[in-house]
C-alpha cells in the first residue's frame, strides 16, 4: 500500500479525492490537512464521509512528510507554490492549483497577476493532462494537475490543433460549467439564490484564466501560436462541464483524429455517434466527446463532456499519481457515472 | 375593455398569458379553452390561478367567436393551422404556434415534415416580432408569434446582419434554454430526472426547425442568403434563454448598431456594459442584450437573453395584440423580474 | 402619491421591496440605502433591477427622513433597534428584522441572546400578522414584519388554537423552507453546491428562533401557554415555505375555523379540497391552505404554503404600509403567482 | 462468478442495479431485458452506461433462466406477479416492486385495487428489510424488495416501536422525496417544469401505498395494531430520502434503542449526534439516522436519511441478492456518498 497525504481536504476536490481513494486498492491516506478547519473531525468538515475510517485533520506542519509516499495538494491557488517549495526534492507532488501549470513564470504573473513563488521548482512540473503527457508524468516528481475547463476544452481541441484537421485560427469554445468548480468560497455569486434556475456567461472576452493553458498547450502542439476564443457559462449543475467547440474543418477528419488521438484510453472515448450530456458522466473519471458536421459545409461542431470535479481534478490528479507510483493507472478510477 | 378567448389554456404558454392578462387594463379574458381538459375547472389544470375569477376551460366550438375581440391561439403544432383557417375572416388572431411563421408554405413543409393546411391564410400572417414589424403588425389580422428561441437569437444577431457590421457568413448562436420552451408534453426526456443538474446539446448541427425562422429574416434583412449555425443546449432552468453569439465584426460597431435598432424600446435594451444573466429577465417582458470585445481582435461576442414564456412567446403575443388593438404597447407587460 | 425609503436595499428582502412597489400606484421610492454599497448604482447590486428609474444607493444618514411618508427597514437584525431608535418619532416604519417582533424585551434576549437596544420603542410596535391586526396596524407608526416561518405557521394554526378545535398541547409544524429566508449572506451553508439537490432539517429540537413569535402568538389566541413542536428543513427551492401542521382535532372543524378567520381576505385562501405547493403561490402575495382528514380519527392535517420573500415579509410589508398610509389594503400586491 | 439477470433494465432502478453490479467483484451480468425496448442498444436507453461492456438489451423470453444463479426483476408492478409466477421454482429472485412485499394477499388487493395474480408464490417471499430479516433472507427464494419510503420510515420507527420505547399511537412520519422513486414514467406530474423549485405533499391522508408496508411491519414489531400518521412530500432531488419522525418518548432511550438495533451494522448508522442529510448518503448504501430531543418533554425528533434508488431500492436488492448467494453482504456495495 502506498500512503499519501491530502492537504487542503477540506475543499470540494479534497473530498473527491477522499471519496475516491476510499475504493482504490493500493492507496491508503495516512494524512489529511486543513489548516482553518485543524483539529476538527472530518464529520464537521464533510458528513458525507464520516463513516469513513479517516485520519483527522491536521495542519501540514504537522504531518510527517517522511512517512508519504505522495503528496496531493488540493491548496488554494499561490498557497500551493508557497508549501511545494519547502518539500524534501524527493517527496512526490500531485498539485490540484494553478500554480505550476504554466511553464513560464511570466506567463503566470500574466494571468495571475501575481509572483511566481517558487520559479525554481517550475522546471520539475509537468502539465497533468494524462493522456497526452503519460510518459512524462511517470517519470515526474511534481504534476501540475490542469485546470478542469482547460481538461474538458483541450481534450476537444488539442488533437485537431496537432492533426492539422481544423483550422487553428478559429477555434470557438463555449463552455457550460457548475460552481464548483469555483470551490467551496463562501461569496455571493455562488450562492443557491444567485444561480439556481439561471444562467449567464463569466470571465469572458479573453479573461479567464485557464486561457493561459489553452494558449501553452495548443501553441506546443500547433507548432506556432494558438489563440482561441473561450465563453465560459455558469449553469445550474453542481457536476459538470459540457465545452461545445465549434471548428472551421471538416467533420469526417475531426473524428478521425480525435478517434486516433484517444484509441485505447480507458476514460477519454469518443462516441460513435451523438453528442454527450454532463449526466453521461457525473461522479465518474470519464470524458465522453462527439462530433456533428454543422450546416455550413467544412465547419463541425465537437462536444466534451466532464465531471470536473472527478477526470476534471481529483480523479485526473488520482490518474496521475498511479503513474507516478508504477501502479495501474486505472487504479480506484472505475466507477461508473450515477444517473440519475 | 377588449375581450379575448385563449384557445389551449392548459399549456404552459396559455397559463402565462392568463398570468399576464389578470394585470391587463384594458383586455378581459372571456373564453379558454383546452379540448382534452374541457369541463375541468382551472384549479385542477394550473392549481397557481385558482384564485383569479376565470371562465371555465371549454371546447373550442363552444365559445362564441363573435363576442370577441381577438384571439390567442396557445395550440399545438398543425392544430393552430386547421383552427385558424375556419376562423371568420375579420376575427383577429395572434398565434403562438410555428404554423404561420414561415412566409412560404414549401418552406414549412420543409422544416415540419407536413403539409400546410392552411396556405390560403398564409399571407395575410405577419411574422411576430414587435420592434421589427411594428408597423405591419398594427395592421393585421393575424400575427404569428416567433420561435422563442428565433426571437432571441434574432434580437442578438438580425441587427448586425441590417447593419452590415458582421460578417453573415460566419455568424455562430450557441444557445441555452430550459424545458419549458417545449410545452407541457409528458415525454422522457422532459422529466425532472433526466435533466436535474445536467447540459447537453440538442436539435443540432443544422436540424433545429427555428432555423427556418432564422433562414428567413436573417436573409431578408441582409438581402442575401444567410445561413447561421446553431446549437441550443438544455440546461436545468424553467424559464430563461440566453443567446451567446459569436461574431466577425468591429464590437463598437456592433453595440452602435444594436444601440440604434433599440433605441427607445421599452423592453428591448442593450446594456452599458456586462452581459446579461437569464435571472436579470426571469418573469418579465424583457431582452437584454450585452456585447464585449473579443479577445481575438475583429472578433465579438453578443450575449442576449429573455424569459422564454414570456417575452419569448405570451408576453410578445400580449404586445402584438396590444397592436392590433389599438391598445397602449406596453399595456399588461411592465411587471419587474423576479429574482430570486 | 407617497413618499418611501428602503433601508437595506441591497438584501432579497429589499430588491423583493422594489419589485412589487414598482407596480404600486400611489408609492414612490423616494431613497434607498445600502450601506456597505452606498454610492454603487443598482445594476451592480441587482441586475434585474437596471432598467427601472431608481434613486442611486446611499447611506442612511444621507436621506432626508423628513421628505418621507414611511421608512422600510429590511435591515440586519440588531441594526434595526439602532437605527430605528433614533428615527423622529412621527416617522413611519415597517420593520422587516425580528428586532420588534416579541412584545417582552426578555424574550428577545432570550431568543436573540443579545440585548434589546431599543426597549423605549418596543411598546410602540405592532406584531405585523397582517390578517389579525388589521386594526392595530392601521393605526400603528412602528410595525414589526414577522419572520416568514412564523407567519406561515401561524396562519395555519392560530385559528385552530383561537377555536379551540385542536389541542394545543399537541402541534406539530414540520417546515420546508428554501435559503432566501437566510438573506443574501454569504456562508458555506448557503453555497449552490451545499443545498441543491439535497434536504435536511436544522434549527431543530427548540432552538429556531421564530419560536419566539410562535410562543407568543399562539399563547395569546389560547388564553394560555402553547409550546408547539417545531421543525424546519432546508430544501431546494428559491422561494417558498411549506407548513405541514400535525393537529389533534376533527378536521371538518378544523377546516371551519379557518374559513371563519380567513373569510373574505384577499391573501389568504382555504382551498376546498387538496393541499397547496409552493409553486401555487410563487412571486405572490398569498398564502393558500388546504385540510386533510388524517387516517387515524380525530387528527388532521393542515398545510399552508406561501413565498417567504413576498407575502412571507416583503410583500407583508407593503400590505401593512397600505394600511398605515390610509392606501387600499391590496394595492400593488396582486401579482398573479409565476408558474412554472 | 455468480451470473444473473435484470427484468427492466430501462428503468431507473435497473440503471442503478447495473452501476452497482459493474463494481460488484462475485457478480455478473448475464442478460437484460426490457420489452418495449429490446433490440435498442443500451446507450440509447442510458447514454451513462455506453462504455459497459453489457449484454443487449432483449425481451425476457429470450432469457436463458437455467442459466442464471439468480434474476433481478426491477418490472412494473403487476407485472412482476405475472412474470415471476411463470419462473422455476428453484430460481432465486430478488423483486424490486411492490408485488410481493404484502404477506397477505387481501392486504395486496385493499392497497393496489387488484387482485394478486400469483397468491401461491407469495407465502415463499421474504419481506427484504435485510437488517430485519437477515436471516430468512439467507435462506429465501424469493425476496421482495421493499418501498423506498417505507425503508427508510421502518429503519426510523422499527426500533422503537419492538423495543417499546415511543407510543405506537403517536407515530408521526413527516417523508421528503425526490420524483425517481415514482420511476421513469412519462407523466405531467413529474416534469422538469412541474417539481423544480417547489415542494408540495402527495399521497396524504393515509392513501399512501406504502402504508400497507408500515402497518405490517409495524404491527409485527410491536404485537399489536399499529396505524402511523404518513405524510410524504415531493422535493425538487432527484436522489433522496429524509424521513422526518415525532414521536412520544425519551429521546435516550429511543437512541439506546436504534443503537442496540443498528450496532455493528455497515451500512445504516446511528449519528453520535446531528441529524442527517440526504446529501451524506447520495449515491450510496448508507441510511444514516439521527436522533434529537424536542423541544417538549418526553418527545423525540427521529431521521433519517437515505438514497431511494440505491439502499431504498437496487443497493438494498444486491445486498439481499449477495445474501441467498453466499457471497459477503456488502460485497459491491460500498461505494463512498457522491457529494456536491
Redesign the interface.
Known amino acids: 500500500m502506498k500512503n499519501v497525504a491530502i492537504l487542503g481536504a477540506s475543499g470540494?476536490t479534497g473530498?473527491e479525492l477522499?471519496?475516491l481513494l476510499?475504493?482504490h486498492p493500493s492507496i491508503r491516506i495516512g494524512a489529511l490537512s486543513a489548516n482553518s478547519k485543524a483539529g476538527r473531525p472530518i464529520e464537521k468538515v464533510?458528513?458525507?464521509?464520516?463513516?469513513?475510517d479517516l485520519p483527522e485533520l491536521v495542519k501540514i506542519e504537522e504531518i510527517d512528510l517522511s512517512a508519504l509516499d505522495l503528496v496531493f495538494c488540493a491548496l488554494p491557488h499561490r498557497t500551493s507554490q508557497s508549501v511545494i517549495k519547502d518539500f524534501p526534492r524527493d517527496l512526490k507532488v500531485v498539485d490540484l492549483s494553478a500554480d505550476f501549470r504554466l511553464r513560464d513564470p511570466a506567463e503566470y504573473e500574466r494571468w495571475y497577476g501575481t509572483q511566481h513563488l517558487a520559479p525554481e521548482v517550475q522546471p520539475e512540473a509537468v502539465y497533468g493532462l494524462t493522456e497526452v503527457y503519460r510518459d512524462e508524468i511517470s517519470k515526474a516528481r511534481l504534476v501540475a494537475g490542469t485546470g478542469c475547463n482547460a481538461m474538458c476544452g483541450l481534450f476537444v481541441l488539442r488533437p485537431l490543433v496537432a492533426a492539422g484537421v481544423a483550422d487553428p485560427?478559429d477555434l470557438?469554445l463555449?463552455l457550460?460549467c457548475?460552481?464548483?468548480g469555483a470551490g467551496?468560497s463562501?461569496?455571493?455569486r455562488?450562492?443557491?439564490?444567485?444561480?439556481?434556475?439561471?444562467?449567464?456567461?463569466y470571465g469572458?472576452?479573453?479573461t479567464h484564466r485557464h486561457?493561459g493553458e489553452f494558449d501553452q498547450e495548443l501553441s506546443l502542439a500547433a507548432g506556432r501560436d494558438v489563440?482561441i476564443?473561450?465563453?465560459p457559462?455558469l449553469?445550474?449543475?453542481?457536476?459538470?462541464i459540457?465545452a461545445?467547440a465549434?471548428v472551421k474543418g471538416d467533420a469526417r477528419e475531426v473524428r478521425n483524429a480525435l478517434e486516433a488521438a484517444y484509441e485505447g484510453e480507458r476514460f477519454v472515448?469518443v462516441?460513435p455517434e451523438?453528442?454527450?450530456?454532463?449526466?453521461?458522466?457525473?461522479?465518474s473519471n470519464?470524458c465522453?466527446i462527439g462530433v456533428?458536421?454543422?450546416?455550413?459545409p467544412g465547419?463541425a461542431?465537437v462536444?466534451g463532456?466532464l465531471d470536473n470535479?472527478a477526470k476534471g481534478s481529483s480523479g485526473q490528479a488520482i490518474q496521475n499519481a498511479n503513474l507516478m507510483l508504477g501502479l495501474p493507472e486505472e487504479a480506484g478510477l472505475?466507477?461508473?457515472?450515477?444517473?440519475?
Open positions: 470540494y473530498a477522499i471519496r476510499a475504493g464533510f458528513p458525507h464521509l464520516d463513516h469513513l485560427d470557438i463555449d457550460k457548475g460552481p464548483t467551496r463562501a461569496t455571493e455562488l450562492l443557491y439564490a444567485e444561480l439556481a434556475e439561471g444562467a449567464s456567461a469572458y472576452g479573453g486561457l489563440r476564443r473561450f465563453t457559462h449553469v445550474p449543475m453542481n457536476r459538470g459540457l461545445t465549434y472515448h462516441m451523438g453528442l454527450p450530456s454532463t449526466m453521461s458522466v457525473r461522479g470519464l465522453k456533428a458536421e454543422d450546416r455550413v465547419r461542431l462536444v463532456a470535479l472505475e466507477v461508473v457515472p450515477v444517473f440519475p
